[in-house]
């Protein structure tokens, strides 16, 4: 008698009950699927280095005989697991059997740690998922009690933002459409900004991440900005500004006949309200600081936050031009020009300004460049107004009162046999577009200004995660032009397949109200519906969901503790590098407690020359590499890349100039470097019990806002 393992039940006449379905551990019953069984089987085998699918399939029939022979219609979890492991020792396979009996041990006791947290794990997720879910995403009732589960969550999100497509397409659409945004979400596919599964579906109802807001030269301008910060992160969401057009310290203010405070005495101000509101209720707000490079109070500015806890919800940026980085190259000047009068105040040689603001760097993290030309030359908006601020980590550059939504695709659910599976990965992009669209509709807005702003423009921002992950499993070293070609050419069939998908929608549903004042009107793009639709964004809390590497980032450390918020930690080991490992026969605890303790397997000389070269962590990488990947991803990018250039502890000022510079040369619309132990606390531990290491976890994650407790630059 032969099975069909793909239906789970017999192709034959057998000797005893068919089974049809089976009882779940919650008393739900499902359809009966055999070829469970026999993948189980074969994940033991894969445990003990082997893997022979027809002895996992014979395996497999003879579970199923003998469930069929006990006259069972519907067996539980239990019982099936139980026959198993009778059937495993009594093969004489007892190393087969033992894997088989660990890995149900380890998931019961799996099953036990998640119902201590108090959440049904319907979706089979990480522990540490379930950790972040319930603490940041997941409904309550007024007791403060979990009510709702990761499947219910993913519902209530497909639901909202589906719905919107019954204006364009009736009911039966919408319902057709919150599926496919449901089984995208439940599969790990594909997953939005924080502010969306926190919020869509509930009264709240704000879904964006990424806020710029205007602040003018006035007592009036600046307080009201604060209180539209409070707002914004009260519902959250991060707030960038450019704070270059407020007088200097000490300029006259005639309407008082006293002396101006200067923009960074007002920075200190959006800090302490930001300190008194938690975003959405769940976390502490952040925020980016924008100066340009030739305001007065440049110095005060820049070296502002190498004192130790200053601006902690701010990251800060300088804004430059080409012109004054030409002037860098060629040894010119620079002028600091007052804001209020436009007089020229100072002349500097613009190396000197650069020099500062790389040794500020150096020490902290801070200040980041912004490349304001680059971000202009791009800016599709450019004949309405220009673009002055970027959202807290400076992925997505916004004009004044604009929102964005993000969302990321899951690279590692693409990976094909020799590559990516690009049908696959195309049809993903097109739903994801969709949703995001749809989600500048479902959106309740925390100012009508923000609404108008952002419905008139409707940008939006897909990326990426899981891209290091993706080069594991590929084989391709971070490092290397393979990968930077092979980033090059995923993210721009990413952008292609996006803007085709906008073009869809346009042509169904219109285009972005200024599209005729826009560069695409220009360039003959019909219809298109967004006016970006591209962004590499951090994906820290949302790519621990995911089980995926953040964005565009290399790994951390194959082996690390991680610091969440509320004094949680998480071990976590890369499960690529372990089942490569398991493979070699090589013992993972041995390596992380000997030559990898500081979670890089590079000098481990035991290992294969290839193990080593292809699992290379962020402090393995040279900056150089950081930069050209950063650039490689920026060139598909319609805003701007969530990336943090890592640099080793004995790295020197010269070498951030060197990454500045090269990053300006590349065509990045800004830069970050993170130097490894500058940083008082970090939030990775490398290693199984080691010293704080200075990479923090997920380089450079950007803002989404919910994301802020894995950036390195960012407060929380």
């Known amino acids: 008698m032969r099975f069909d393992l793909t239906r789970g039940v017999s192709a034959g006449a ?14 739900r019953t499902e359809p009966f699927e055999s070829a469970r069984i026999r993948s189980a089987i074969l994940r033991a085998m894969h445990a003990v280095g082997g893997k022979d699918e027809d002895r996992a399939q014979a395996l497999a029939e003879d579970v199923v005989r003998r469930l069929e022979n006990k006259g069972q219609e519907r067996p539980s979890v239990e019982d099936v697991q139980d026959v198993v492991e009778q059937v495993l020792v009594e093969n004489g396979d007892p190393q087969l059997a033992k894997a088989y009996i660990l890995h149900r041990f380890r998931h019961a006791a799996l099953r036990g740690a998640k119902a201590a947290i108090g959440v049904r794990d319907d979706l089979k997720l990480s522990l540490n998922a379930i950790r972040i ?12 009690r979990v009510i709702e589960t990761p499947a219910a969550m993913f519902r209530r999100v497909a639901d909202a933002v589906a719905a919107i497509d019954e204006q364009y397409a009736g009911s039966a659409a919408a319902q057709k459409c919150a599926q496919r945004f449901y089984e995208m979400m439940t599969s790990l596919a594909f997953l939005p900004n924080s502010p969306t599964l926190m919020n869509a579906g509930t009264a709240l109802a704000q879904l964006s991440a990424c806020f710029v807001l205007p602040v003018d030269d006035s007592l009036e301008s600046i307080f009201t900005a604060v209180k539209n910060m409070a707002l914004i ?9 450019d704070f270059s057009r407020l007088r200097p310290r000490g300029a006259m203010v005639k309407s008082t006949s006293g002396v101006a405070s200067g923009p960074v005495s007002f920075i200190e101000v959006f800090d302490k309200a930001t300190d008194v509101i938690k975003q959405g209720g769940r976390r502490r707000g952040a925020n980016m600081a924008i100066l340009k490079a030739d305001h007065p109070d440049l110095v005060e500015f820049v070296l502002g936050k190498t004192r130790s806890g200053y601006l902690q919800n701010f990251n800060i940026s300088v804004a430059v031009t080409d012109a004054f980085m030409e002037a860098v190259e060629n040894g010119g000047e620079h002028a600091l020009v007052n804001p209020r009068t436009g007089e020229t105040v100072e002349r500097k040689p613009a190396r000197d300004i650069l020099n500062m603001i790389c040794a500020a760097a150096w020490q902290c993290g801070d200040p980041g460049l912004v490349f304001i030309d680059a971000i202009n030359r791009a800016n599709p908006l450019a004949s309405v107004a220009p673009i002055e601020a970027t959202n807290p980590c400076g992925e997505q550059p916004l004009l004044p009162h604009e929102s964005c939504n993000l969302g990321s695709i899951n690279l590692r659910c693409f990976v094909a046999r020799d590559g990516i599976d690009f049908d696959a990965l195309g049809s993903a992009v097109a739903d994801a577009v969709h949703f995001l669209d749809n989600v500048i509709e479902a959106n309740r807005y925390p100012l ?9 423009t409707r940008k939006i921002g897909l990326g990426l995660m899981g891209f290091a992950d993706v080069l594991y499993r590929l084989g391709i070293p ?79 450390a194959l082996r690390y503790w991680r610091r969440m918020a509320e004094g949680v930690t998480l071990l976590e080991t890369h499960p690529e590098f372990a089942r490569r490992a398991k493979e070699c026969g090589a013992d993972i605890e041995e390596i992380f407690n000997g030559c990898g303790k500081d979670g890089s397997i590079r000098s481990c000389r035991d290992l294969p020359e290839d193990l080593r070269r292809t699992f290379i962590v962020s402090r393995d990488i040279a900056p150089e590499w950081h930069v050209r990947m950063q650039a490689a991803f920026q060139k598909h990018s319609d805003n701007g890349v969530s990336k943090t250039i890592n640099l080793p502890r004995d790295a020197t000022v010269d070498d951030v100039r060197r990454a500045y510079i090269l990053a300006w040369k590349l065509g990045c619309k800004g830069i970050t470097v993170y130097r490894e132990g500058s940083r008082e606390t970090d939030l990775l531990y490398a290693g199984n019990r080691g010293g704080i290491r200075g990479d923090s976890p997920l380089n450079g994650d950007s803002c989404d806002p919910s994301e802020t407790e894995t950036c390195r630059r960012c407060p929380g």
């Open 478 to 556: 971070y490092d290397s032009q393979e990968a930077v070609d092979f980033a090059g050419k995923t993210m721009g069939f990413i952008q292609e397949r996006a803007r085709q998908a906008s073009v869809a929608l346009g042509q169904e549903r219109g285009s972005f109200p200024l599209f005729d004042k826009s560069r695409w009107a220009k360039e003959s793009l019909p219809a298109l519906r967004n006016a970006t639709v591209t962004t590499i964004a951090p994906t820290g809390t949302i790519g621990l969901i995911a089980g995926a590497s953040s964005g565009i980032e290399p790994v951390f």
């Open 233 to 241: 992160h009260q519902s959250g969401g991060g707030t960038g500004f």
């Open 133 to 144: 879910l319930r603490r940041r995403y997941l409904r309550r009732d007024a007791d403060g």
């Open 14 to 27: 057998g000797e005893g009950m068919s089974i049809e379905s089976i009882r779940k551990r919650d008393g």
């Open 448 to 456: 009508e200004e923000i609404a108008e702003a952002t419905r008139a």
